[in-house]
Every structure is written in structure tokens, then in C-alpha cells.
């Protein structure tokens, strides 16, 4: 949202402000909203208010959004774990803690900025997403296709939609699965709740997880998972919903968890027919050292006794 939004109050959003706009303005988040509040971006019958004001019938409220942060998208030299690269496609192996693509909070630094030091790229998915056919979290390490040229980015785009591609991530997650695999077949959508979260909702959008458990230890599973859809932070709210989040998640996990710099989720294997060629190419990850570690760690110290 960039426009100026003025609102008179009816009975139906008699409030506290910063509840009432999170409902009406769903595509900001609630921390966005109370920095506007704060910075004096909303008021009501003129004046600023604070987040907690509550509204009554007939306040004259104005959201006047800050200017949108101005990114300027510039190739950067940073190094790529690159797996595999041809004229088409490019297979990257994105360490945890970078960014896919720019974004406000996230201008530069980013995977694409990266990318674009090292390559040409397809221009389908926008002007901050040049060659950005699937995303993975920031926190989240592991294999990403991109494409370098329009064709290709149309045939893998397609290959996600047809779900004939490979996806397989490695989790740890709390808790003990008593089966040995499953399937979680639960509509996701943006939380009720809260904004910034995901959740599974009624009329979500369609989302199917297969998980298969790989090795238990006493307080933790480790597993395999292979999405059929590819929802955003679709294997965390999944894996929560069942009551298993993942271990380090700062977002859907408990407080108590594994210490690290994020949820343990890995991308470790991507598979695709080749956009040119027509092969059938499949690409594996080894674990990063911080994931394995963890693991060597919990089957020393994770054992019944």
C-alpha cells in the first residue's frame, strides 16, 4: 500500500487502532502499522494517536504510508556455491541467512544481487526477481533452480505448476513421530492472528507436505519432506500444525528450542526436466556443517538412558 486511505468509523471498528487497520490494510504487517502510528503517519480527527487508542463511531482516521524505501537492484560481487550452470539454468546452493531478493528491510545482499554479478538473467518475475523462479527462507539453506534467459524461466515455472518437479528438505522438529511417514493435506493462508504468519485456514490455498522421519532421538525427529505445492513457509506451518514445529523456528516454534541462527530446514535435493533439453537432471546438498552438527550432537546426547 502506497495511496493515502482516509476511514470513517463505524460500530463495526470500534477498536484499538493498530487491531482495527491490521484488519483493513492486509497487505501490511503490523509492525509496519505501529511505525506508522508511531511516526504520526495515521491520525484520527487530526491528531496522532497512539497504537492502543481506541476508536469510537464517526473518528475520521487518514493513513498517509511513508515513502516506499527506493531500491536500486546493483550486481554485487559475492560468492555462489553454484552446482550445477549451463547457457539456460543456473543450480545454486543458498547458505542460511540470505535473502532470495531484494525487498523493503532487505535491499542489497541478497541472492539476486549476487547473480546478477555472475550472470544475465530472465526478466519474467520482475525487476527485483530477474531469474527467481522458486523461493526458499531467508533462514533456510539449500538447492534453488534459477533461470538465466525467458525460455527456460517459462519451462521450470510450468514444471512447478504441473508439480513435476523434486523437492525434498531435511527438518529437525520437536517432539517424537510416532509414524514413519505421512501426509499433510491442509489449506494454508495468512494468519487471523497475526500477519507476518502463516497459518492453515479455512479457503487457504490448496498445500501438500509428505513427510518421512529419518531418525528419532528423545526429544527430536529428524525428516525428510517432499512438497507437492510450494506455499510460503509451507513445511514450517505444516510441520506446527501436526505439533511438531521445527527446531530453531523463530516464528512458528516454541521459545525453548535448539540453539542456532534459525529453523533447521535444508533444501537438499531439486529435481527438473532440463527447459532446452528435455533431460531429467537431479541435484543433491550435503547438510551444512552447523545442521550436522546438531544431529552429531543429538545422537550423543539425545538417547533414552
Known amino acids: 500500500?502506497?495511496?493515502?486511505?482516509?476511514?470513517?468509523?463505524d460500530s463495526s471498528m470500534t477498536g484499538r487502532i493498530d487491531k482495527e487497520l491490521a484488519h483493513h490494510l492486509t497487505?501490511?504487517?503490523?509492525?509496519?502499522?505501529h511505525k506508522w502510528i508511531e511516526d504520526g503517519n495515521v491520525t484520527v480527527n487530526g491528531a496522532s494517536v497512539k497504537p492502543k487508542y481506541k476508536l469510537v463511531v464517526g473518528d475520521e482516521v487518514v493513513v498517509q504510508p511513508e515513502n516506499p524505501q527506493k531500491i536500486d537492484l546493483e550486481p554485487e560481487n559475492i560468492p555462489l556455491d553454484i552446482v550445477y550452470e549451463d547457457?539456460?539454468?543456473?543450480?545454486?546452493?543458498?547458505?542460511?541467512?540470505?535473502?532470495?531478493?531484494?525487498?523493503?528491510?532487505?535491499?542489497?545482499?541478497?541472492?539476486?544481487?549476487?547473480?546478477?554479478?555472475?550472470?544475465?538473467?530472465?526478466?519474467?518475475?520482475g525487476e527485483f526477481r530477474p531469474g527467481i523462479v522458486?523461493?526458499?527462507d531467508k533462514d533456510t539453506s539449500g538447492l534453488l533452480m534459477v533461470a538465466k534467459n525467458d525460455r527456460a524461466h517459462r519451462s521450470l515455472a510450468a514444471q512447478l505448476k504441473a508439480k513435476t518437479n523434486q523437492r525434498e528438505y531435511i527438518a529437525l522438529v520437536h517432539g517424537v513421530i510416532k509414524e514413519d511417514r505421512g501426509t499433510i493435506d491442509a489449506p494454508l493462508g495468512r494468519s487471523k492472528k497475526d500477519r507476518k504468519k502463516q497459518a492453515v485456514v479455512e479457503g487457504g490455498r490448496h498445500a501438500v507436505t509428505n513427510f518421512k522421519v529419518?531418525?528419532?532421538?528423545?526429544?527430536?525427529?529428524l525428516v525428510s519432506c517432499q512438497l507437492e505445492t510450494g506455499r510460503t513457509h509451507q513445511i514450517r506451518v505444516h510441520m506446527k500444525y501436526i505439533g511438531h514445529p521445527l527446531a530453531g523456528d523463530p516464528l512458528y516454534g516454541p521459545r525453548k528450542t535448539l540453539p542456532g541462527n534459525g529453523q533447521y530446514l535444508h533444501a537438499r535435493l531439486l529435481g527438473f526436466k532440463h527447459p532446452r533439453t528435455g533431460e531429467q537432471m537431479s541435484f543433491t546438498s550435503d547438510l551444512p556443517d552447523y545442521f550436522?552438527?546438531?544431529?552429531?550432537?543429538?545422537?550423543?546426547?539425545d538417547r533414552p538412558s
Open 87 to 125: 547457457e539456460d539454468v543456473i543450480v545454486v546452493n543458498k547458505p542460511q541467512g540470505m535473502v532470495v531478493h531484494p525487498a523493503p528491510g532487505h535491499p542489497n545482499h541478497t541472492l539476486v544481487n549476487a547473480l546478477l554479478y555472475h550472470s544475465p538473467l530472465s526478466t519474467i518475475n
Open 1 to 9: 500500500m502506497t495511496d493515502r486511505l482516509n476511514l470513517t468509523i
Open 134 to 136: 522458486h523461493r526458499i
Open 292 to 301: 550436522q552438527k546438531m544431529i552429531d550432537h543429538l545422537e550423543k546426547n
Open 27 to 33: 497487505d501490511v504487517s503490523r509492525s509496519q502499522l
Open 214 to 221: 529419518l531418525e528419532r532421538f528423545t526429544h527430536y525427529t
